[in-house]
């Protein structure tokens, strides 16, 4: 087996997001158009996607860090028009991308047509994240949409199989296409359920931060695989279980949340770069497929369906955002008022992403009684062009758009006050919790350790506050800032002492890791207090 590829892929993908960061174009436009770039320059070997590897090995841990990020809360209070646009959306934009396809690409028949529009209809996770995270758009419009993005690759998975079976000659029906949607929910959902749960108690059971991390890399998969062995959804399982896990992150030991956080936070910045580079990278293998197809006729093609997704997106759009509360009392009384900027700016997050590239790769080359796949080349080739159409045009112009509509910021002063308030509260329940323990026998320190305890807690509740306080006029540094640097300098200052030391053989190398851990945690103490 060659690694030399794999190597290249991660090694050249992880540059261009760390270039992409200087620059103000969004990192997976940057690594997209890398990989169209490269895809061309010769000795560079082909990367094609492989369905066996993007679905179950790449899938799984980019929903899950996703996921666990998302606030459980919030999914909560937008279930209704989450579950509009990863349910309702994915199946008009199947049935309405399917039929342009079937109207405007001859011979092309309507199942046919139907496996691409289940392809192409679920935007990204991994894009509309990115994306929204570059761009700060309001919280609430964030949640739709990472919501949106989370689940519908389930309703697109299953519409896409059902679809195909009708291609491929399985005899696929209405009820039965229910059937196994609902199948697919109901079961990846009660997976999650059933997992999540021991998974969390092996979690906070486990007592060695290594293994722990190691739990949490497995779980993502653990979830998938067991959900689609069981021919339900391993999206809805894997999303089910990160969620939980998520909300109750704080039952979990200190140390494992911060290994677990750095952990993560690298293996989702491999894995987004890796796979928004492979993206670009299809090119040629897409290219090479259209050899019995005038390139003005694929042309036509693929710009008549990239407008129809777009368009589609609108039609669904606004009518799901205001026609509920036009219709439902309720949804009036519990929800808020939409807008039509909030709508725009949904109707236009439409980013299709690799998902849609790993399904397409896995529609058969023949059907039943060994025929061809009807102009499975051709599918391939749209849904290359509506991915990166999506990707450029949308991704491209998205960030423009929302300073456009010029919503409102986030107010930072307020933001800052709820901070305040939450640690006050939070730092005389621990003054009171440490009177206790001190009034225990049990618990006796000498008076400056004692000290050390309550003056930890004081910093800690007057550092958000010092926030809002005046600057230094010399340096434009906050009182908080200033607090941290001098802290980090004296930190500094004691990690140099302990280097020198080793030097010197006056200690060895294992306990100058020792003493530089104890220094790395209380730096990442300060640093944490102040921001």
Known sequence: MDVMPLLLLVAG???????????????????????????????????????????????????????????????RAQLRPVALLSVGYVLFATFAVGWAAYLIVPDLPLTAALVLGAVVAPPDAVAATAVARRVGLPSRITTILQGESLLNDATAITAYKVALA????????????????????????????????????????????????????LIPFVAYGVAEQLHASGVLAVVTVALYLGHRAWEVDFATRL?????????????????????GLQLPVVVRGLETYAGADAAWYAIVLFLVVVAARFVWVYPAAFLPRLLSRRVREREANPTWRGAMVTGWAGMRGVVSLAI???????VHGGGPFPQRNLLLFLTFTTVIGTLVVQGLTLPPLIRLLKFPGRDAHAAT?????AQAQASLAAERRLEELLADERNTLPPPLAERLRAVLERRRNAVWERLGQTNPVTGESVDDTYRRLSRDMIGAEREVFVRLRDGRYIDDEMLRTLLRRLDLEEAAVYREAT
């Open 13 to 75: 993908s992880a540059a261009v997001a760390g270039a992409a960061r200087r620059t103000p174009v969004p990192a997976p436009l940057l690594l997209v158009a890398a990989g169209l770039a490269v895809s061309y320059v010769p000795g560079v070997p082909d990367y094609t996607l492989d369905p066996a590897v993007v679905l179950p090995l790449l899938l799984p841990p980019l929903l899950y860090t996703s996921a666990i990020d998302s606030s459980y809360l919030d999914l």
């Open 166 to 217: 009708a291609a491929v000659g399985e005899g696929a029906t209405w009820a039965g296409g229910v059937e196994e949607f609902l199948i697919a929910a109901v079961g990846g959902v009660g997976v999650g359920l059933v997992l999540m749960a021991p998974l969390h108690w092996l979690r906070t059971h486990l007592r060695e931060a290594l293994l722990q991390n190691t739990l949490s890399l």
């Open 259 to 279: 290994q677990e956080e750095a952990v993560w936070k690298m293996v989702a910045f491999v894995l987004e770069s890796a796979v928004f580079a492979l993206i």
């Open 360 to 366: 397409a790769f896995s529609v058969p080359v023949t």
């Open 417 to 421: 006050l709820a901070e305040a308030n």
